[in-house]
T-cell receptor, first 110, second 115 residues
Framework: AQRVTQPEKLLSVFKGAPVELKCNYS??????LFWYVQYSRQRLQLLLR??SRESIKGFTADLNKGETSFHLKKPFAQEEDSAMYYC????????????FGKGTTLSVSS | EAGVAQSPRYKIIEKRQSVAFWCNPI?????LYWYQQILGQGPKLLIQ????????DSQLPKDRFSAERLKGVDSTLKIQPAKLEDSAVYLC?????????????FGPGTRLTVT
């Protein structure tokens, strides 16, 4: 069965420190991979998708097919990055439904 | 553009009662999803519609949950009768295309508390 693991429930860092939010997945086939973010009192929204190879708000995510990981990284964390982050692969064959991990709360303090 | 709308935002009911949630997706979005998010977990897909047809309802507890999307626009999710374990946030999302991987836009959610 498809499975997504985000091993850290909470990650606390200081402003300016590097951040890495881990995501490992167990999937058959070649899923598309996304990171979604939910800021306080806001809706769940897309942060970035692997297929776009983009950097959003300074975040990047590298797909490692050998390790089946899709870790989210940012070299210098900002206080406004504090939020809940979800890794979400998508089944590429049956449709576009997302399977979410349990999420990691990122807390950035000054 | 206007975002995904959901109502009500909060609902408290007793177990064995019925409840219904409403979702209005972004105009023109063919695909609509209902997710259940239990406290401390990520959202879990309950049902996916393409226009007014069901694409995936494999995780919908069909003995008590039902959903419809009449005319391929608005959707209603119903629980009858509710159980304590149904306490969760129910999220509606929509996306413009099914066969390609496109972004899903989420509504604010309905927080259900079953007592």
């Amino acid at each position: 069965a498809q499975r997504v693991t985000q091993p850290e429930k909470l990650l606390s860092v200081f402003k300016g420190a590097p951040v890495e939010l881990k995501c490992n997945y167990s999937y058959s086939g070649s899923p598309e991979l996304f990171w979604y973010v939910q800021y306080s009192r806001q809706r769940l929204q897309l942060l970035l998708r692997h297929i776009s190879r983009e950097s959003i708000k300074g975040f990047t995510a590298d797909l490692n097919k050998g390790e089946t990981s899709f870790h989210l990284k940012k070299p210098f964390a900002q206080e406004e990055d504090s939020a809940m982050y979800y890794c979400a692969p998508s089944e590429n064959q049956a449709g576009t439904a997302l399977i979410f991990g349990k999420g990691t709360t990122l807390s950035v303090s000054s | 553009e206007a975002g995904v709308a959901q109502s009500p935002r909060y609902k408290i009911i007793e177990k064995r009662q019925s409840v219904a949630f409403w979702c209005n997706p972004i105009s023109g979005h063919a695909t609509l999803y209902w997710y259940q998010q239990i406290l401390g977990q990520g959202p879990k897909l309950l049902i996916q519609f393409q226009n007014n047809g069901v694409v995936d309802d494999s995780q919908l507890p069909k003995d008590r949950f039902s959903a419809e999307r009449l005319k391929g626009v608005d959707s209603t999710l119903k629980i009858q009768p509710a159980k304590l374990e149904d306490s969760a946030v129910y999220l509606c999302a929509s996306s413009p295309v099914r066969n390609n991987i496109y972004e899903q836009y989420f509504g604010p959610g309905t927080r259900l508390t079953v007592t």
